[in-house]
């Protein structure tokens, strides 16, 4: 569980002069104010008894209850993004309304999914969602990562026909393969040769990549993934979605599974199969996607290797990956 009070998310700083800095707030009282004041004016809601507020980067999250029941308030103050955040809250509602496990936000007044509100600094860009019930991902639970996997197809098959300018994407779309062999040419640090060998080697042998991109979730991990009894309750924070392939996606997630804001350690191989057994029960991978993710998963494997004190062993990991 995170901490009651003010806390940082996963940075090692003191959180209140992270508060007051960035946001403004001369005190974690002078938050819970201005959250309530703005859920009254804003949503009609009346709050109490804020409990908890997590800073993470540029932006900060609440939860509190109130007379509507338990809710998160989620804020951010960088403008780049505010258009994007605008598209990933309205997804939620969209994809919610498919029947897809999310925590769909709760209008303002104005029917509004996401608001900007004036802050003590500058402007906010403010959501409201219900708070669900459930517990972060338990990789060791087999069954609700079975399910898990099965959720991620469920997105993806969802998402497939899902245009929006304003979702985020890459600067510059390129397939895997162009993506992978440009970065083994201009951006391995070497932190895993035999690795980057071996990836080398796959991704010469594969044909060319023949998939079509659409919006991912791009960060589907314990942190974000709410299950209860092996089933998930919801996914949580659309905020980094991308344009990419599923099967990126897919590999992503089985190298970032059992990641937890400070705690980051490798997803056993167990965990990856059961992950991609559910994801297949609901979208069977094609022959030349099932390589691919082979060749997929070894790159995240090498690029979540940190560049200096690695004690939860990514490099080893890497460079064991796929030769078992």
């Known amino acids: 569980m995170l901490p009651s009070g003010l806390s940082m998310l996963w940075e ?28 009254a004016r804003e949503w009609g809601v009346a709050a109490d008894d804020c409990h908890r507020l997590v800073i993470s980067g540029e932006n900060a999250i609440a939860w509190l209850g109130s007379d509507r029941g338990a809710l998160v308030v989620k804020w951010s103050r960088t403008l780049a993004q505010f258009d994007g955040l605008a598209a990933s809250t309205q997804l939620l509602r969209w994809l919610g309304d498919r029947g897809l496990p999310v925590a769909v936000p709760i209008p303002t007044a104005g029917g509004d999914d996401r608001v900007v509100l004036d802050g003590p600094v500058g402007p906010l860009s403010v959501a409201v969602l219900p708070e669900l019930d459930g517990g972060w991902l338990d990789v060791e639970d087999l069954t609700a990562v079975r399910a898990a996997g099965a959720c991620l197809a469920d997105l993806h098959l969802a998402l497939r026909g899902r245009t929006d300018p304003r979702l985020r994407r890459p600067a510059a779309m390129e ?38 991109p659409q919006p991912v979730h791009n960060d589907f991990r314990s942190a974000n993934i709410l299950t209860r ?12 979605v991308a344009w990419d392939h599923p099967v990126s996606d897919l590999a992503k997630a089985s190298v970032y599974l059992g990641t937890r804001f400070r705690n980051w350690r490798p997803t056993p191989d167990r965990v990856r199969r059961e992950l991609r057994a559910g994801y297949e029960s609901v979208r069977p991978l094609t022959a030349l996607e099932s390589r691919w993710l082979e060749v997929l998963t070894l790159w995240q494997a090498v690029l979540a290797i940190p560049h200096s004190h690695d004690p939860a062993a990514w490099a080893r990991a890497a460079e064991a990956d796929g030769t078992g």
């Open 175 to 212: 397939p895997p393969d162009r993506r992978i062999r440009r970065w083994l040419s201009d951006s391995d640090p070497g932190l895993a040769p035999g690795a980057s060998a071996r990836l080398r080697t796959l991704v010469a042998a594969l044909p060319p990549w023949d998939g079509s």
């Open 229 to 240: 009894g092996g089933h998930v309750v919801a996914v949580l924070d659309f905020d980094e």
């Open 12 to 39: 090692t700083v003191d959180p209140q002069e992270a508060l007051r800095r960035r946001f403004g707030f001369g005190r974690f009282s002078e938050a819970v104010e201005w959250i309530c004041t703005a859920l």
